[in-house]
């Protein structure tokens, strides 16, 4: 089965309890909780006090991913908030190793992201120690991009090391998905679809994502 997480950067910020309920409501379990620190990416969006608040909410698991420069420096506060998986980018830290192991210490599930441009092969060598890779399929910063096509190839890449190197990786994909692209995802090798802004606009959510989680 295909994983799916809204992505609550295209939610109705100021009805948030209510787009929660609408995820439940549409039988998903996890949303996406985009950080942005306008370094690593042009745009701001919230940070720990969101996480916070969709933890206290209630039942729905979420997780971090964090676009933020130097990701060591905000770790603890992250975690404590409850995430069930962290996604750091590999362009954001000069310590990828460390960064990803201190998560590991703190027992919350880790990723990592690459961004159009970073080649697969730059996770070689920590493929092994990853619970989950995030392939963006935009350039992050924003909700409601176009799927940049080319990152297919980078995901059967991925898919195909991972075979050797972590047969149980999870592929995650961000950026753009709608039905369309998220098949020619999981055709790929993706298993987890991250959705903003064409889950939020459908017109019944429930049957959008049983379609996807169906793929
Ligand atoms: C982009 C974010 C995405 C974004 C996806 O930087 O990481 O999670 O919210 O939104 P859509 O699906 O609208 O492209
Ligand atoms: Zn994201």
Redesign the pocket.
């Known amino acids: 089965m295909i994983r799916v997480s809204p ?1 609550i ?2 939610a109705d910020i100021l009805r948030l309890g209510e787009e929660l309920d609408s995820v439940i409501g549409a039988g998903l379990l996890n949303v ?1 909780v ?1 950080i ?1 620190d306008g370094r690593f ?1 042009p ?1 701001i969006s919230y940070g720990v006090a969101m996480a916070n608040a969709i933890r206290r909410y209630g039942q729905l698991r979420f997780d971090c ?1 964090l ?1 933020i420069e130097e990701p060591e420096r905000q770790l603890a506060d992250f975690v404590a908030t409850g995430p069930e998986l962290i996604t750091v980018h590999q362009e954001a830290t000069r310590h990828l190793h460390r960064v990803v192991h201190r998560i590991k210490e703190l027992n919350v599930r880790v990723g990592v992201s690459l961004n159009p441009a970073t080649p697969v092969s730059t996770l070689k060598d920590i493929l092994p120690d990853l619970d989950t890779v995030l392939i ?1 399929t ?8 176009k799927f940049i096509a080319s990152t297919l190839n980078k995901i059967s890449e991925l898919r195909s090391f991972a075979a050797s190197l972590n047969p149980t990786l999870e592929i995650q994909v ?4 709608d039905i369309s692209t998220g098949r020619q995802c999981v055709e790929h090798g993706a298993n987890h679809l ?6 939020f606009n459908s017109t019944s959510r429930h049957a959008f994502a049983a379609e996807l989680k169906s793929l």
């Open positions: 992505s950067l295209a996406h985009d942005m990416v745009n991913h676009m963006m935009v350039n992050p910063g924003f909700g409601g991009q961000d950026g753009g998905i991250v959705v903003g802004a064409a889950f």
